[in-house]
Every structure is written in structure tokens, then in C-alpha cells.
């Protein structure tokens, strides 16, 4: 092999630089925390950290999905008991009205009272969500449910859709129940159905004509037990969705667990490997010094 003073240079040069790339790779992993820069420092793991971030997002897709179906079913659980309540008052309503006590004044006075929880109750049927939507519309959720027929009654103007959110790869959840389910169709007690506001609009009714009828309690009753009902199963589908978010919760702590072990920087390592780094940076450098001011005139 020829050996001249370029080639000396040149090898020098090369030693310094080599190290100088080493020592900055290592500097910029220490300032990001991680070990792979780019997929070519380690390819496997660059292949399989790709994969994990892949299912850790679809992961948080699902959590989203998961909070803002909670956030509508707990929305349209604090209405129906909101519902629920108000219809409690119109049964301790009817059942003092009931009393025979009562003058036609007073009748009329709890009346009244009953007509304006019946307002209230149909406010409430036409809540809407934090976006706008209208909770018991079924799919028709820019809809209205609940409209005067104009005969005295009410007329349901959603349908029986029902929307489902995706929480899991497998798994859906219904986020809304149609008015209809909720308030139409009761057992009136005598072989036939009717409606809630029906029911509450008959008892303001029969006290205005000083008649009031025992049998409305078994109808607001059964009126009542379609709304726990309602509840209840609005529990069941958040519970399913908290057990779902607890899955989720695991899996992803999980997956990062093994994420930071393909990926994160072993900063002990690190710290250790670019003092070893400096020091053959500089051990490079003083070598060059020498062999710049040198020729291979010297040794002729």
C-alpha cells in the first residue's frame, strides 16, 4: 500500500468526523429521549413501534368514542330523572286531590299546579344534547320529538332509530333511546295504552271538573316504571362503557410499557457511551494536530 502524506490527512480526517456523527447522534438522542432516530437505526423495532403507535391511536379513537357516548347517555340519564321527579310531584298532586276534603277551588288550584308539571314535562322530552341534538328523536336528532297534534294531545315526530358508538374493535353501544320507547304506549290499567302527557294531562283535566279518577295513580305509576326502566338501562350501557374505557386503560399502558422498551433511550447508556464518544472525538483531534504539521519530508 502507498502511504502519503494525503492519505494520512485524509484518514485523520475521516477518524474525526466519524467520530464527530457518532457523538452528535448520541447528543440529539439524549435531548429527545429516544433511541431510534429513524428506522434505519434499528429496523424491527421501527417496525413494531410503528404497529404499537397504530393500535394505541385506534385504542384512543375508542376511549374518545367511549367518553362522548358516556357524555350523552349520563345527559339523557339526568333528564329522564329530572322526569321522573316531576312525575313523582304530579302523583303526590293527584293523590291530594283525591282527598275529599277538597273544594273546587282547590281542585282547581293543585289543576294548576299539574298543568305547569306538564309543560315541564314536555320541555324535557325535547332536550337536547351538549351538541344541539334532540335525545329521544331517534335518528331523526334535528327533529323535535314532541309537538301539540292539535287536539288537545301530543304527536311523537321521531322514529325508532336507535345510534350506535363504536368503544371497541367488536364493540358498539346504543347512546340514545326513541321518545316513543320512553313515553308512548303505556299501560293505561284497562287493556289499552297512552301516553305521559296524556296521563298528566287527564289528571289536570279531572280536577279542573272537580271528578278526579284513583285509577290515574295505576298510570302514573306504570308511567314511572317505563322511565326507571329507561334509566336502568341506560346504567347498563354506561357500565358496559366504564368495564370498556377500565380494558382500554390496561391495554394501552400495556402497549407503551412495550413501546418505551423498542423506543425510549436507556439515558445511563447514553451518557456513559458519549463520554466514550468525546473522548475518542478528542483523542482524534490531537491526532490530527500531529499529523497536520507533519511531512513525509521529515523521515527523508
Do not use: C
Amino acid at each position: 500500500m502507498r502511504i502519503s502524506t494525503n492519505l494520512w490527512y485524509r484518514q485523520s480526517v475521516n477518524s474525526m468526523l466519524d467520530n464527530q456523527s457518532s457523538l452528535s447522534k448520541t447528543q440529539l438522542q439524549l435531548s429527545r429521549g429516544e433511541r431510534l432516530l429513524a428506522p434505519s437505526d434499528d429496523p424491527a423495532a421501527a417496525t413494531r413501534v410503528m404497529q404499537l403507535d397504530d393500535l394505541l391511536a385506534h385504542v384512543q379513537q375508542y376511549q374518545r368514542n367511549a367518553d362522548r357516548a358516556d357524555a350523552r347517555l349520563q345527559r339523557e340519564e339526568s333528564v329522564l330523572q329530572g322526569m321522573a321527579n316531576t312525575l313523582q310531584r304530579v302523583r303526590e298532586l293527584t293523590v291530594q286531590g283525591l282527598n275529599d276534603s277538597n273544594s273546587p277551588e282547590d281542585r282547581h288550584a293543585i289543576a294548576l299546579e299539574v298543568r305547569q308539571h306538564l309543560d315541564s314535562l314536555l320541555s324535557q322530552a325535547n332536550e337536547t344534547d351538549a351538541s344541539g341534538e334532540y335525545l329521544f328523536s331517534g335518528y331523526r336528532t334535528g327533529t323535535k320529538p314532541f309537538v301539540d297534534d292539535g287536539m288537545g294531545g301530543y304527536a311523537y315526530q321521531g322514529d325508532q332509530g336507535q345510534r350506535l358508538a363504536q368503544i371497541s374493535k367488536n364493540r358498539h353501544v346504543a347512546v340514545n333511546d326513541p321518545g316513543d320507547q320512553l313515553f308512548m304506549g303505556i299501560d293505561d290499567g284497562a287493556g289499552g295504552t297512552t301516553d305521559l302527557f296524556a296521563i298528566v294531562r287527564k289528571v289536570a283535566d279531572d280536577l279542573d271538573a272537580d271528578a278526579p279518577v284513583g285509577d290515574s295513580l295505576t298510570q302514573l305509576d306504570n308511567a314511572l316504571q317505563r322511565l326507571d326502566q329507561g334509566r336502568a338501562r341506560i346504567g347498563a350501557r354506561r357500565n358496559a362503557i366504564d368495564n370498556q374505557r377500565g380494558i382500554h386503560d390496561s391495554f394501552s399502558l400495556l402497549m407503551k410499557e412495550n413501546r418505551s422498551k423498542l423506543a425510549d433511550l436507556d439515558y445511563a447508556e447514553a451518557v456513559s457511551r458519549m463520554q466514550r464518544q468525546m473522548l475518542a472525538l478528542q483523542a482524534s483531534q490531537q491526532t490530527f494536530m500531529k499529523i497536520e504539521g507533519l511531512s513525509l519530508f521529515n523521515y527523508l
